[in-house]
């Protein structure tokens, strides 16, 4: 078994690392690169929404994180001129700190009134960003420099995107890796005691506060993680499109991170992974059906919840039975 | 002061109506509709096309908008949301099934009626001036006043009849309601419909006045949830207080709040966040509902 996952994680990395550069340079759709990085992105976002899942909250207020991301990203390298990389931890701890902040009142709500008061959030950090000064309004934030160069002790780590003759490459390798960290650090979070305590909320919040299991420090706890990948996430995804508006994230994109959870699968921690891919690509592939796009996309939506309500990856459960 | 009093119970009465949908469906079903909007855009479409092109009298239009909302909720319920609450391990799930739902009918609303603002003439002219203290068009009086006549009805049919009281039944505990020879399914189409009707009527009340777009669904439905999380959620009471209460903070905000800019509903969030750290199951919800 142990086995099985070593060659399942080392197929991934290459797969992503070597494979798909390999794939676009044969095939010279460059183009897949802007769209797999935003599909590394996104999934970053959702791999928070199925954090907060896993404590048995239904979180559809990542879009509020992610936009305060971008704008913290945002605001630190146009008007305090920081480099990219120290702005991305910075977006995601304040992103936290607004966790904590906004968490600690709502996350002793439950089930759909949670889910509702998280929906409101995403709407109201739009209107926040209309009406605070330092996001200039509905005009946005433009011309954000790109990433620059990165260098440990003299040693450049990454370098400077605009010296690079094709920046998406670069994107596309920093946010996969990105995903890869995220999603290995959330494996690992599932897998440990901290998991455990999680699940234990999930199913039965009081049966856990009974014996001794510290419920609100975990609540906040898993969903400051979760605040913390929406932040990194909208921070990397202003850096690429280099503006940010008012409107770039908002309750539309709160509500994909919360399907990509679903059609991926609750119960499963690539999920979110699976189902991002699916819905960002399918998308795309219907673009060609024009007006119809809308309808063929929610209807394919529809049926495959009346197929699968538990998820994509519940196919897999089958088998094992 | 009183003008502002009068357009607070004016907004207050079309949320409330818009809530009270909401919270019916909840309270059967535990489905979080979020396709509400989207119906209440849908019913004024309907409205528009009947009273504006086939110039038919506007109570047909109303009518037809219910009817027409109505079938669409039983169908959905019958052929999408029971099926899937049945085979699906977490109830969660019916939320995605909802978001196709609000994403299906968008689509659908965009092919059949364009992406134009539309609007009907107005019912009757003129305005109640009464003094300059209280200047109101008789438009919005009358439909202010029909929509608390909905309301009023409505609660009449809940309290009184005999679908009304199998559906609250249904709402305090399913299994108790199924032993006492509550046919479930079937109540659980009706309520859906009938919330899906109501969505229908507050479109087709307020095409007259605010006229209707394909972007109205979204914001709706997010000032519908508000409603339900102050009043508490799957209550009747809970919805008209959430609405009326709702409805008199936008107004009172809109006037006091104009010098700092658009920051009423920044305002309304954050005391929403500070009153339900105090309550979390709103004012009249049933703790954890």
Wanted: net charge positive.
């Amino acid at each position: 078994m142990k086995n099985k996952h070593i060659i399942a994680i080392v197929g991934f990395l290459i797969g992503v690392y070597a494979l798909v550069p390999i794939l676009i340079g044969v095939s010279g759709r460059t183009d897949f690169y802007y769209t797999l990085t935003s599909v590394a992105l996104l999934s970053i976002a959702s791999a928070g929404v199925w954090l907060t899942f896993y404590i048995g909250r239904i979180n559809i207020g990542q879009g509020a994180y992610a936009l305060a991301g971008g704008y913290v990203s945002a605001i630190l390298m146009t008007q305090y001129g920081m480099s990219f990389w120290a702005t991305l931890p910075l977006a995601g701890l304040f992103c936290v700190v607004l966790a904590i902040l906004i968490g600690l009142p709502i996350l002793r709500l439950r089930g759909v009134y949670f889910a509702m008061v998280t929906l409101v959030l995403t709407e109201v950090m739009r209107l926040a960003a209309l009406a605070v000064p330092i996001t200039q309004g509905a005009k946005g934030i433009t011309s954000i420099p790109l990433p620059g160069e990165l260098s440990v002790f003299g040693i450049t780590v990454i370098p400077d995107f605009s010296t690079l003759a094709n920046p998406k490459i670069g994107f596309y390798w920093m946010a996969v890796t990105m995903m890869v960290i995220a999603y290995a650090v959330l494996w690992r979070i599932v897998n440990s005691r901290l998991g455990h305590l999680c699940r234990s909320l999930q199913q039965n919040e009081e049966l856990a506060s009974s014996i001794g299991v510290n419920t609100a420090y975990l609540r906040v706890v898993a969903y400051s993680i979760s605040s913390f990948l929406g932040g990194i996430a909208g921070a990397s995804f202003i850096a690429i499109s280099q503006s940010i508006y008012p409107s770039s994230f908002q309750v539309a994109d709160s509500v994909n991170f919360m399907l990509n959870c679903f059609l991926g699968g609750l119960g499963y921690v690539f999920g979110p992974m699976l189902g991002t891919l699916m819905i960002y690509f399918g998308w795309d592939l219907l673009f060609t059906t024009g007006e119809y796009q809308m309808l063929i996309y929610a209807s394919l939506l529809i049926a495959l919840m009346l197929a699968l309500p538990n998820g994509v990856l519940s196919l897999l459960d089958k088998k094992k039975a | 002061m009183e003008q502002i009093i009068v357009n607070g119970l004016y907004l207050g009465a079309q949320y409330a109506l818009i809530a009270l949908g909401l919270t019916l469906i909840f309270s059967l079903m535990n489905v979080l509709n979020f396709a509400h909007g989207q119906m209440y855009v849908l019913g004024g479409f309907i409205t528009y096309t009947v009273v504006a092109q086939f110039e038919l009298p506007f109570i047909v239009g109303l009518f037809f908008s219910a009817l027409v909302l109505a079938l669409v909720g039983a169908l959905v319920e019958k052929y999408l949301f029971r099926p899937v609450i049945k085979k699906s391990r977490r109830e969660e799930s019916t939320m995605l099934l909802a978001a196709g739902i609000a994403f299906f009918l968008d689509a659908v609303i965009l092919l059949l009626f364009g992406e134009k603002q539309r609007g009907v003439p107005k019912i009757i002219d003129g305005v109640l001036n009464w003094d300059f203290i209280v200047v109101m068009p008789y438009d919005r009086i009358l439909i202010g006043g029909l929509a608390i006549l909905m309301i009023a009805a409505f609660i009449l049919f809940m309290q009184y009849s005999r679908a009304g009281r199998a559906m609250r039944a249904l709402a305090q505990d399913k299994v108790a309601a199924t032993l006492m020879g509550v046919a479930v399914d079937r109540y659980a189409m009706l309520g859906f419909a009938l919330g899906a009707a109501l969505a229908g009527l507050v479109g087709g009340l307020l095409v007259t006045i605010t006229g209707i777009n394909l972007g109205m669904g979204g914001p709706a439905s997010i000032k519908a949830f508000m409603m339900i999380m102050i009043g508490g959620a799957g209550v009747i009471s809970g919805a008209i207080a959430g609405g009326f209460i709702l409805g008199m903070m936008e107004s009172v905000g809109l006037t006091v709040l104009s010098e700092y800019g658009d920051i009423t509903y920044l305002v309304i969030f954050a005391s929403l966040m500070v009153f339900l750290s105090f309550r979390p199951q709103g004012l009249m919800g049933k703790p954890w509902g």
